[in-house]
Structure formats: C-alpha cells, structure tokens
C-alpha cells in the first residue's frame, strides 16, 4: 500500500536534547512538507521540500533542522534551540501539478513530541 | 498572497442535524480548494477538493461543499450528522499557478455532535 509514515508516534525529549522525527513516504511525491500542531493554532509550517537536496524555511522554522537526501524520506529535527517543542508534529506529502501548484496534501500518523 | 478564514472555532450540532462549516479564502488566482478532516491523535485526510468544473463537489461520509466565486466561499454541509462526524475539519486553498507549492491552512472547526 502506498502511504505515508512517521515514527516514533510518541517521543519524549530532555532539556538540552535534540531529537529526531522521521518521515518516509512511497507515493513519488516530489513535495514533503512538515508541520506544527498546537491546539487550537491549526498547522503551522515548519519546513518544506519540493526537490532532493532543497527544502525552505516556513512560518517556524527557528530551532528546526531537515534534510532531503532521497526523494521518499524528509527527517526533521527538533534541536535544543527550539524553546517549546512540545507539540504534535505532522508529515505531509504531495504531487506537484503542472499549473504550478501542488495536489492534494497526504498526511502522516503524527508524532507527539513531549518534553520532560 | 492567500489566506483562509474558518468561522467558528467550534460547532456543534445534534445527531441527524444539517452540518455547515464555512470557509472563505482570499487568493489573486483561481485557486484549489480542500477541505480536510481530523480524528484525535491521528493525521489530517481528503474529505473533498475543487479544482475546476462543476463548483459543487461531493466527498466521502456524505459531504458536500460549493466554490462560489462571488463570495469566495467554499463552505462544508452534510445533510444529516452522525456521531462518528465529531472531528476537526480544515479548510485548505492553494494558488493555482503561484508556484509556491504551499498550500494556506485555516486555523480549523471543530464539530461536536450531541446525541
């Protein structure tokens, strides 16, 4: 089945600690994109890719890392610069369209990320 | 620029009762638009999308929605709301043809069914 994964779906992460939220997906979508979840603040971008080796800042991207070696994996991590990580962390991919936009958005499970 | 306004933080409505969610978007260019759903704990999923053609688009779990350009609404109904319909709903707008690649996300409805 084509999809979308994240793991782990709940993380715990130390003061001072950085952590790491994998992504993989096996639907050639060119574009992966992650975001933030706080209640009642919808989704947030953090960062997104529309090809390997290129990604781009989005709305929050201070104290995040990505990288984008291969075209089905978009890790993201959470680094001791970040303040308040403690949040719910969505995965998304999607085909590009040749109007120049993308199609629909498929999502992952999520992971919670908690700070102890 | 694009952007997207839900009304209502919350609704709630009684089982078998008419479901409307309203979404309106601004955007320079025709735009695509998607409403998405949430159960607790788990990832968002396509209920429905317009892209062109007819402007009254049907999805799945008996949802409908109609792009009207005039009003730049694209608002979310359901006939009959049942108690697995108690979710978070998005709606989504994507500029056709801005090259940004990044869809605008309202800030959600949360929709309560009462027995």
């Known amino acids: 089945d084509g999809g979308i994964t994240q793991s782990p779906k709940y993380l715990f992460r130390k003061e001072g600690q950085n952590v790491t939220l994998s992504c993989e997906q096996n639907?050639?979508?060119?574009?992966m994109y992650w975001y933030r979840q706080d209640p009642g603040q919808g989704l947030r971008l953090i960062y997104y890719?529309?090809?390997?080796?290129?990604?781009q800042k989005g709305d929050i991207a201070e104290g995040y890392s990505v990288s984008r070696e291969k075209k089905e994996s978009f890790p993201l991590t959470v680094t001791s610069a970040q303040k308040n990580p403690t949040a719910f962390y969505l995965c998304?991919?999607?085909?590009?369209?040749?109007?120049?936009?993308?199609?629909?958005?498929?999502f992952g499970p999520g992971t919670r990320l908690t700070v102890l | 620029a694009q952007s997207v306004t839900q009304l209502g933080s919350h609704v709630s409505v009684s089982e078998g009762a008419l479901v409307l969610l309203r979404c309106n978007y601004s955007?320079?260019?025709?735009?695509?638009l998607f409403w998405y759903v949430q159960y607790p704990n788990q990832g968002l999923q396509l209920l429905l999308k317009?892209?062109?053609?007819?402007?009254l688009v049907k999805g799945i779990n008996g949802f409908e929605a109609e792009f009207k350009k005039s009003e730049t609404s694209f608002h979310l109904t359901k006939p009959s709301a049942h108690m697995s319909d108690a979710a978070e709903y998005f709606c989504?707008?994507?500029?056709?043809?801005?090259?940004?690649?990044?869809?605008?996300f309202g800030r959600g409805t949360s929709l309560i069914v009462h027995p």
């Open positions: 890719s529309q090809i390997v080796n290129d990604f």
């Open positions: 998304a991919s999607s085909a590009l369209l040749a109007e120049g936009a993308t199609d629909t958005q498929y």
């Open positions: 317009y892209t062109t053609g007819a402007t």
């Open positions: 989504a707008v994507e500029g056709r043809g801005g090259g940004s690649y990044i869809p605008t």
């Open positions: 639907l050639n979508h060119d574009a």
């Open positions: 955007s320079s260019v025709p735009p695509y």
